[in-house]
């Protein structure tokens, strides 16, 4: 069984069980690492002259077969449980053959129990996390409240765990990505690879239906164009396969990344479906749709945009942030930022106020009824200083930027005089 494994194509294990994604330098695969965030690929892997692939990571100094790379991303030193966990994550994904004795009975993952468990998490991390990666807040609460995605707290980490479902609304896996922490995983699956899809029976009768991979650029295809049906295959293998969850007539947009490995895809799915209406859905120079996403309009934060008076607005409005957007003429996650904004800084604010004193035993109604008024002007007069609270905030904050602004000018000044 080792040396099935050593023989296992490391590129492929990588890029099916933690989506890591190969380019071809001569004789070697690089990659950014799995083992954790990093912006330059430092990841190599090859395959030896005895037919063992590899890898050695410079970021760490570490390299190995595949069971030192499973060593290294499940924190775990212990080579039998690295050996166990190696060979079920390759027989998941195709790569290494099941052989089962007739009267073995494998054990099967409580998703349905960890799911229930993890609900009872408090979603605030999970929420900031979506909406810092420039998901639309709406989506993020639609998600939320809908169960789809929860907070997942493990080795002292914070990971977003999503909930993919099949069309049946069967639990099929739960895909984790960190938030925080010092785990060394930074995405882990626990099931099995399965497409993502927020809404199964609006996609099997869509007329257009939206490729791409992975569940964040998912969600962010959903929030640049928001009644499309999109479907994040859990790798870019899944192509071939993508036939089984797509209507039998919907023309396809592929939205893979811009990469060697995104080319692939989008090359294999013409092959695959090659009397299908195909389109390319426009990344823009970028490298992914998540990039497009946070590159795009909502990088537009020029102080004319919305005065003092219209931030205040948009923080009590009841309208929801596309009314705003399209009031304002601003993309609708700048106007989920100054929400944002804004309840943190009450939730700051209320969560730093003095409490009253526990209540007497229950006087007479009169009382009760002069007592509840007098708590009720108490609450709105707390509200209204807390929102002076923050916007001598929001002041400061345009008074910090006209001092850089006036600075900058300066400086320019003194440049082309010395020029």
């Known amino acids: 069984m080792i040396e099935a494994l050593k023989q296992i194509d490391l590129r492929e294990f990588m890029s099916r069980c933690w989506q890591t994604r190969f380019q071809k330098e001569g004789k070697h695969y690089v990659a950014r690492s799995p083992f954790r965030e990093e912006k330059r ?55 290494l053959a099941q052989r089962r004795e007739p009267c073995e009975r494998p054990e099967k993952q409580d998703l349905e129990g960890l799911f229930k468990k993890f609900c009872e998490h408090d ?9 810092g990666r420039g998901i639309a ?12 995605v929860v907070l997942n707290r493990l080795q002292g980490s914070a990971y977003c765990c999503f909930a993919v479902r099949d069309a049946k609304g069967e639990l099929r896996s739960l895909y984790n990505r960190k938030i925080n922490g010092s785990a060394k995983r930074q995405k882990f699956l626990l099931g099995e690879q399965y497409p993502f899809c927020l809404d199964w029976k609006k996609s099997a009768e869509a007329a257009k ?16 164009e928001e009644n499309a049906c999109v479907l994040g295959l859990p790798g870019i293998h899944y192509v071939a396969k993508a ?32 009397n299908r209406a195909i389109e390319r859905f426009d990344l823009k120079g970028t490298h992914d749709v998540n990039q497009l996403l946070c590159s795009g309009p909502r990088e537009d934060r020029s102080a004319g945009k919305l005065s003092l008076d219209d931030r205040i607005t948009v923080a009590l409005s009841d309208k929801s942030s596309r009314e705003l957007a399209n009031q304002y003429g601003v993309h609708h996650s700048r106007i989920c930022r100054i ?6 800084t009450l939730k700051e604010a209320w969560s730093q106020r003095r409490r009253g004193r526990q209540a007497k035993p229950k006087p007479s109604e009169e009382v009760a009824n002069v007592r509840g008024e007098l708590a009720e002007s108490k609450r709105l007069s707390e509200l209204q200083a807390m929102r ?7 002041v400061k904050m345009a008074e910090k930027r006209i001092e850089e602004a006036a600075r900058k000018g300066k400086a320019r000044k003194k440049k082309r005089r010395r020029g």
């Open 41 to 95: 690929p430092s990841l190599y892997v090859s395959r030896e002259a005895d037919g063992h692939w590899v890898y050695f990571d410079h970021g760490s100094g570490r390299g190995g077969t595949v069971i030192d790379a499973v060593m290294e991303y499940e924190g775990d030193d212990d080579t039998g449980r690295a050996i166990g966990t190696a060979t079920r994550m390759a027989q998941e994904v195709g790569l």
């Open 209 to 224: 239906i939206y490729l791409c991979e992975g569940i964040i650029d998912a969600l962010s295809l959903l929030t640049l």
């Open 388 to 394: 002076i609270d923050w916007l001598e905030l929001q």
């Open 123 to 131: 979603t605030t991390l999970v929420g900031d996390y979506l909406v």
């Open 137 to 148: 807040a709406e989506l993020v609460e639609r998600l939320i409240s809908s169960g789809v």
């Open 339 to 344: 929400r944002n904004e804004a309840s943190a």
């Open 243 to 274: 036939e089984d969850w797509l209507p039998p007539k919907a023309v396809l947009v592929e939205a893979f990344d811009e990469d060697e490995a995104g080319r692939e895809a989008a090359k294999g799915l013409r092959q695959a479906f090659p």
